[in-house]
Structure formats: C-alpha cells, structure tokens
C-alpha cells in the first residue's frame, strides 16, 4: 500500500495507463449498487475529474462493494478503459476493492447542494468538496508561482518574526503575546500590567506585517520578499477580511515606486497567467458554478497596460463623474471600495495604479512628496475587486523619517533599529504588500474571504 505505488486521477487523464492495471486511491463521492455491477465515482483530491469504477458482481470483493457509502475511503485496483459516458474520457474495470476507512449515514457531505456557509461550519471535510478542491489546487498553484516570480527576479526568500515588539501600521489592532498569569497580572507604579516581568521583558504581539525587517535584508542583500502569516485584531466581519492572512512583501533596494508599481503588476499578471495554465479544469468549474465571467476578467487583466493616476486626478474624476457614491469622494480620505471599482470598471474599464496619495492617510515610513503633503505611495486596482496590492517608496531620510514619526506620536526607541537603517548607508528603496487570500479571492472568483484559505480565523471563530 506504498504511496508512490498509487497511481492519481490527475496522472489517468494523459491516456498513458489505457488498458493497463493500475490502482488508485480516494474518497467515495457516490456508489450505484445492482445484482449484476455497481458504479463507484471516487475523487483523490489531485483533479477536478472524478473516475468512475465499474464493479460487476463476480469480483470477490463485490460483498466490500455493496457495503460501501459516501465519504469512505478506498483503494480500488483494475484496468483502465475508454469510457462511453458523458464527459469522461476513462473508467475502471475493478478488479479489486479495498475498504480502507469507512463511513456511515452521518458523513456530512452526502450527494445533493450544500451552502457554502455550512462547508464553512464543515471546514475539515470542505476539502473533498468539488469547489474546495479546485480553490486549494488554485492556492497551491499561486503560492508556488509566487517564489517562481520572485526567485526569477533575483530576490531571495527571507522568513520575518511572527512574534514582534513594533507595529508596522501603527494601527494598533495588535493580538497580544504573553505568558502572564491573567489572574495575578502584575503593576507597575502606574496601576498598569509590569510588561517587564513578562517573557520578553516589554509588550510583545503576533505581527501585522513583515516589512520593516524585510527593510532590513534588502538594505544588505538588494532585493528580498517574504511569505508568512500576519494577524490583525480589527473586530471586522465582512467578507474580505479575516483575522490571520497570508502576506506577500517584496522590497528592493536602489528602486523607487515606479519598479515596485511595474514589478506588482508583472506579478499580478504572472499569477493570473499560472492559473490559467495549470489548473484549467479548476477555473472552468469556478466559472461556471460562482462567476460566469472569471476567465474574461482575467485575460483582460492579464493583457492589459495598467493605468496610472495620481490620487488628486482620481478624486477629481470621481467628483466630475456625476455618479451618486455612498461615500462622497473627497481629497484627504482614503478611497472606498466603490470609488476604485467606478475607476476599474466604468471610467478607465482598465486596472489602475493609483499613486502619491496624501500623507495624513498613510503610514508613517512612506517617502514624503515635495510638496509636503503628499507620499510616494500607490494602489493596484483591479476590476471587480478594487485594491489588491499597496506600496510605496519608504522614506530613507533620517530627519525626514524622525518628523513623521513625530507627528504620529511614535517612539523612536521602539523601532531604533529602522532609524539605524537610515544612519548607516541608506540607499532609496520600496516595495509593497499582498495579502495572499485577496489574490486567491479574485483569481478563483470567490466571494468570501473565508472561502479561500483552509481554516479562518475571525471574530468569534477559531475552530478547527
């Protein structure tokens, strides 16, 4: 029962196993049992397609067949054939069936519609699903094509500390780490928690971004990018946000916010083109099942120039539109998800890269524009979604850096470090961020943030 001796369905499909004796491996989606034969449809999770077996009643393991329901798992071995049926090109002729791991009448995925709230609920056996399959094998396709791209440009991998003192936004929807006793929490002489006496010593928290250390790699090794996990505590329950995401952060050295904006879209578009090529299968049932323009939509982003606009000149567009917004557009706020769809969609029908916004709304490393009130920052939009990648040029002034931080009241001493950056051999760099489960989302047509990353973590739920 070797793994390797085990041939999957996704290997069948290539017509390199017609009339030979294989066996295959997998779940039951669905058995047919008469006196005379049985049909047995099981899927392995490495195809969209499912095999059908055809069992007939002289085989001596058919009292194993009649007893078989959905969800059990099996090993069933016998030869491939041409298959007469609708929409496959192959069936088995079994030769042998293995019961491996059985299943009763309460398998929770039985043969009829299901929601996707209660897969949700269902998350450990969503997986065998035909929509989950084809998301995983999308995400597992986009991640593998990100180190592709980024391997390809000379950038190196590098792993940032999921547990940190700084907070990269300065947002402060931080979840705390300590391994204080909440029952015994001791105070300092101000009545407040002696973050001294716990395990760091300070405040320590699961980190909202892996950048300024990534700063720290590309100021020594050029170009660097990191893929890890980031949390935020925002009490948000909408479905693009979730508690623990995926983060894509490339920073270059030597670069300003034009090379980060073109190499942003080189890999948007890298990612799209992965997609398409690798899990077709995939894309064609998500088309056809959630979104029935998704192909569409991203060969016209796949083949398309990206737009370039200022932040000023999109606020006046969207304020000369005529277009009644829930949110007035208005210089000095940030653009709402709507805005950016009537720019991607309507005005330009083009992905956007939205640049130099105003400084009051953005972070506090972002390279200060001349006229003293805007940074060198940018947004990828895209159709349908609206932003899906944020960069900027980071601020590699030291005075200028210190005067941000001033006005946003941050401390100097808790990120000395990131001064040091400026202190010593400073050079211009820049890069920006992906949150990984916004790309699956757009590439795979989800809808639902929750739907595309195996076990969610928001408000209020964190099982599994």
């Known amino acids: 029962m070797a793994y390797e001796k085990r ?13 030979k004796t294989i066996t295959i491996g997998g779940w039951i989606r669905s058995v047919r049992n008469s006196k005379k034969f049985s049909f047995i449809v099981i899927n392995d999770g490495s195809s969209q397609e499912s095999l059908q077996i055809v069992a007939d009643a002289t085989i001596e393991s058919y009292d194993v067949v009649k007893s078989l329901l959905t969800g059990a ?17 192959f069936e088995m002729h079994a030769s042998q069936v293995k019961l491996i791991g059985e299943a009763n009448e309460e398998y929770p995925l039985q043969k009829k519609k299901t929601s996707l709230e209660f897969l949700r609920e269902n998350a450990h056996l969503r997986p065998r699903t035909n929509t989950f399959g084809a998301v995983f094998r999308v995400r597992s396709t986009l991640a593998f094509a990100t180190h592709e791209f ?10 940032t500390p999921i547990i940190t003192a700084s907070d990269c936004e300065g947002a ?45 790699f590309a100021l020594s090794m050029g170009g660097v990018y990191t893929f890890g996990p980031t949390f935020r505590a925002e009490n948000s329950n909408t479905q693009r946000h979730l508690s623990e995401f995926w983060m894509i952060e490339p920073e270059l050295a030597f670069a300003d916010l034009e090379d980060v904006a073109d190499l942003a879209s080189d890999y948007l578009k890298y990612l799209i083109e992965s997609a398409m090529e690798k899990c077709p299968q995939e894309l064609e049932f998500l088309q056809n099942t959630y979104k029935n323009d998704l192909i569409e939509t991203l060969n016209h982003v796949k083949s398309s120039d990206f737009i370039k606009v200022s932040y000023t ?54 390279k200060l524009n001349d006229d003293g009130k805007t940074v060198r920052a940018m947004d990828i939009l895209v159709p349908g979604v609206g932003e899906i990648i944020g960069g900027s040029q980071r601020e590699c002034n030291l005075g200028k850096l210190k005067n941000r931080m001033e006005e ?20 211009p760099h820049a890069g920006f961020g992906l949150g990984f489960e916004r790309a699956v989302m757009y590439i795979t047509g989800m809808s639902n943030i929750r739907d595309v990353i195996p076990f969610y973590r928001t408000p209020k739920n964190v099982d599994f």
Not at 172 to 185: A, N, P, R
Not at 340 to 353: N, Q, W
Not at 412 to 426: A, C, E, H
Request: negative net charge; charged residues 25%; glycine residues 8%.
């Open 7 to 19: 041939v999957l369905i996704s290997q069948i499909d290539n017509g390199n196993f017609l009339d």
């Open 73 to 89: 798992s099996v090993l069933i071995t016998g030869k491939i054939v041409s298959s007469g049926g609708h929409g496959q090109k």
């Open 150 to 159: 980024f391997q390809n440009r000379g950038l190196y991998y590098i792993n």
């Open 172 to 216: 402060g929807e931080l979840f705390k780490v300590t391994t204080l006793d909440f029952e015994k929490l001791p105070k300092n002489d101000k009545n407040k928690v002696n973050f001294e006496q716990d395990y760091f010593g300070k405040e320590a928290n699961l980190t909202v971004s892996g950048q300024l250390e990534a700063e720290c």
């Open 313 to 366: 000149e999109a606020i006046d567009i969207l304020e000369k539109s005529g277009k009644k917004f829930e949110f007035s557009p208005k210089w000095g706020v940030d653009l709402q998800t709507e805005h950016e769809r009537y720019l991607t969609e309507e005005h330009y029908k083009l992905p956007v890269i939205v640049t130099d916004y105003p400084k009051d709304i953005k972070a506090f490393y972002m």
């Open 408 to 427: 946003m009241n941050i401390n100097p001493q808790d990120i000395w470090w990131y001064l040091d950056l400026r202190r010593f051999g400073s050079v």
